[in-house]
């Protein structure tokens, strides 16, 4: 299969990327499907149903007005994000619709967006159905898709192997692990960045693809804006207040002398970043999947240390490193899983604190067993985690869990750019073992909020 980076890293909307950006994708490749199919007009009413991880936690995520914009035609990586709440809650006010905003439909909330807690689908936690009926309420159409992470839906003929759906697209340098490619770039003398970019061709121009990869960057450093700018309370329920905004001023009234060493200053400076995009991750804002919104300040944010702390930084570092993150992002999702419901938080925040940190050994001079090494540790000290969001939200410990693992990227890099790029411990082996791990991890720590800090902290 052929994966590019800007599968990896994709421009949407919050609050998650398997929960919301990947049920609006479904629901809208499921109304374009009626359209293609000439069914479009037969179409009386849409019902929609939620089932594992999205029935239990899908009402915190967004997934139900994310389903209904989807069906409406909206994809996350065009709308725009402050009309969805007012647009969901106008079709449930009304008890009408618009397919693709051509064929006005009726809508009964009760009976058409339905959230089975307990009930999953077989081929992953992340399930959903559309069934469309006709006036005389007979089944026209009935479609069942999973999202896998990351924002990736593959529909059930495709989730035998729910990784992802088949791309054949021959690549310049294929690889499926870690040892593929460190073997490319020992017989042909490239830096990963070097492969990626080669493989990226496949799709699309050198000068398309460093424009994409500059526009990736741009939508991050705006949410980290928009994040610093906004302020007040973060939607939900648990009454979480928006620090980004106090935190940057703090730090602007402050000099690098001011701080213990301007390595802790640039500490504060990355968690600022971190907490600034996965709060506006959790008001539902413009943000990039990296790989994924649970997880999506990590790689900003070390990015953005990059750019304003490292020696040298410049734009062909910034591609460098997103080319490189994309890369190991990849392998996770081949090898393993980028889904918090599959694996647990370490298939997320993991995954993104590897990527970030090879990014970052990559964009600083890195070798490519220097930069290997940077991702193995990234994630081998995140192997275990688990995704027990408190009230279904990405909020609590996500976001602050975002600032952590930025940290632990900077100095994963830091670890082994001054090595020699040998170590015990491949890249291979900690993404089978972050795999295994999730495998044996108990549901209840998968991202539906029935265990760990999800229940004590209630409890308490």
């Known amino acids: 299969m052929a994966i590019s980076l800007f599968d990896m890293l994709k421009i949407g909307i919050g609050p998650s990327s398997s929960h919301t950006v990947g049920p609006?994708?479904?629901a809208q490749m499921f109304?374009?499907?009626?359209?293609?199919?000439?069914?479009?007009?037969?179409?009386?009413?849409?019902?929609?149903?939620?089932?594992?991880?999205?029935?239990?936690?899908?009402?915190?995520?967004?997934?139900?007005?994310?389903?209904?914009?989807?069906?409406?035609?909206?994809?996350?990586?065009?709308?725009?994000?402050?009309?969805?709440?007012?647009?969901?809650?106008?079709?449930?006010?009304?008890?009408?619709?618009?397919?693709?905003?051509?064929?006005?439909?009726?809508?009964?909330?009760?009976?058409?967006?339905?959230?089975?807690?307990k009930e999953s689908l077989p081929f992953h936690a992340n399930g959903m159905s559309f069934t469309a009926f006709n006036a005389k309420n007979e089944v026209v159409a009935e479609k069942v898709y999973y999202s896998v992470g990351g924002g990736f839906v593959v529909d059930e003929a495709a989730a035998g192997a729910d990784r992802i759906v088949e791309d054949t697209t021959p690549l310049k340098y294929p690889f499926s692990t870690g040892e593929e490619l460190l073997q490319i770039c020992k017989q042909t003398g490239l830096s990963i960045s070097d492969v990626m970019l080669a493989n990226e061709q496949a799709w699309r121009t050198e000068e398309e693809i460093r424009a994409g990869i500059l526009e990736i960057w741009q939508v991050m450093k705006e949410c980290v804006a928009n994040g610093i700018r906004n302020e007040g309370i973060l939607p939900g329920g648990l009454k979480v207040k928006r620090r980004a905004a106090a935190l940057h001023r703090e730090l602007k009234n402050r000099t690098r002398m001011d701080m213990i060493t301007p390595s802790l200053g640039a500490m504060d400076w990355v968690n600022l970043y971190a907490l600034a995009v996965n709060e506006e991750n959790a008001a539902g804002g413009r943000m990039v999947t990296a790989p994924t919104n649970g997880a999506a300040g990590i790689i900003p944010a070390v990015l953005h240390y990059y750019t304003n702390w490292c020696p040298n930084s410049d734009e062909e570092g910034v591609i460098r490193f997103l080319l490189a993150a994309a890369a190991v992002g990849i392998l996770f999702k081949e090898n393993a899983s980028i889904s918090g419901a599959e694996v647990g938080c370490q298939g997320e925040v993991g995954s993104a604190c590897a990527m970030a940190a090879a990014g970052l050994a990559e964009a600083t001079g890195g070798t490519p067993l220097q930069v290997e090494n940077a991702a193995e540790i990234g994630m081998e000290h995140n192997l275990g985690l688990t995704c027990d969001p408190i009230g279904g939200l990405v909020q609590v410990p996500c976001i602050e869990r975002n600032a952590m693992a930025s940290?632990?990227?900077?100095?994963?890099?830091?670890?082994?750019?001054?090595?020699?790029?040998?170590?015990?411990?491949?890249?291979?082996?900690?993404?089978?073992t972050m795999r295994d791990t999730g495998r044996d991890m108990l549901d209840k720590y998968k991202e539906t909020s029935r265990g760990g800090l999800a229940v004590n902290v209630i409890e308490c």
């Open 24 to 26: 609006m994708k479904a």
């Open 31 to 117: 109304a374009e499907g009626l359209r293609d199919s000439d069914l479009l007009n037969q179409v009386s009413r849409v019902q929609s149903q939620l089932f594992g991880s999205l029935g239990a936690t899908g009402k915190g995520h967004g997934s139900g007005p994310a389903v209904l914009l989807g069906l409406e035609g909206y994809l996350p990586e065009k709308i725009d994000p402050t009309i969805v709440v007012p647009r969901a809650e106008e079709i449930s006010q009304t008890g009408q619709m618009s397919l693709l905003r051509e064929r006005v439909i009726d809508f009964d909330e009760s009976e058409d967006l339905i959230y089975h807690m």
């Open 407 to 432: 940290m632990k990227a900077i100095n994963a890099a830091a670890m082994a750019v001054r090595g020699d790029g040998e170590h015990f411990v491949s890249l291979d082996k900690v993404i089978r």
